[in-house]
């Protein structure tokens, strides 16, 4: 516990709590659309679930720090490409992904008629899905806090606060998004993006997350300037484009 008194400690984990809320995100989103898909009685628990599963994997994982090495051994190599344990891992959850959101894209374009012919939802098939895609990004959070942070007890610290704080943002989060079906799409579009990522860091093709973010944060804010705007009355919007045209 000598960390405790330690300055240096205190600030790793302010940088490694702040990193670990801005790669959860991702994780984020996902929770909410999927536990928006769940009757209203059972969100808040899919919520609570999903994300206390998400801070058990990257608990557990922290603590199998050499299996987590193994992980990035090669295995074999495809088209002058090797790829280890994490690389597949990463793969897959890309293209969990990306088939996830394109089908959820496709039932909120196509409408209700296409959506009858869908199999049920049920709360477990959704912590199912949600535990997969804990486990892929849990991977890059519990990989990130390695790099940054010497103590083991500071990282675990800094993901349980994390989640403590993505507990919180989760709820708000997913009534704005259902509250606004454009936003629901926005979000499955940043999780196309996100597959995508996944998929090029396991070939070994880093996307800067920095990138991705901003692009997000950009989207973002023209989609609330969107929803401010159609909160005004058609005829102040007219109003406005007619002030605008003399």
Do not use: C
Request: glycine share 6%; net charge neutral; aromatic share 8%.
């Amino acid at each position: 516990m000598e960390w405790l008194t330690d300055p240096q400690a205190w600030i790793a984990l302010v940088t490694l709590t702040a990193v670990e809320i801005v790669l959860g995100i991702d994780n984020i989103v996902f929770i909410s659309i999927m536990a928006g898909k769940l009757p209203k009685a059972q969100r808040e628990r899919a919520r609570l679930v999903g994300l206390s599963l998400a801070m058990l994997i990257r608990i557990v994982l922290l603590f199998s720090l050499v299996w987590m090495m193994r992980l990035t051994a090669p295995l074999f190599a495809l088209l002058g490409q090797e790829l280890s344990g994490r690389d597949l891992i990463l793969i897959a959850g890309g293209l969990f992904l990306l088939w996830k959101s394109t089908m959820e894209i496709h039932h909120k374009l196509e409408g209700p008629e296409t959506a009858r012919g869908t199999a049920a939802v049920t709360f477990a098939g959704v912590i199912i899905q949600i535990l997969l895609l804990d486990i892929v990004f849990s991977l890059d959070s519990v990989i990130t806090a390695i790099g940054l942070v010497d103590e083991l007890p500071v990282m675990v610290a800094a993901i349980v606060i994390a989640v403590l704080f993505m507990l919180v943002a989760s709820g708000m989060i997913s009534e704005f998004v259902e509250r606004h079906p454009t936003v629901k799409m926005l979000a499955l579009s940043f999780l196309l993006l996100i597959g995508v990522a996944l998929i090029a860091d396991g070939f070994d093709m880093h996307i800067p997350r920095g990138y991705i973010y901003f692009s997000m944060a950009f989207s973002v804010f023209v989609e609330l300037l969107n929803l401010r705007l159609r909160k005004l009355s058609p005829a102040a919007v007219v109003g406005n484009d007619a002030a605008r045209a003399k």
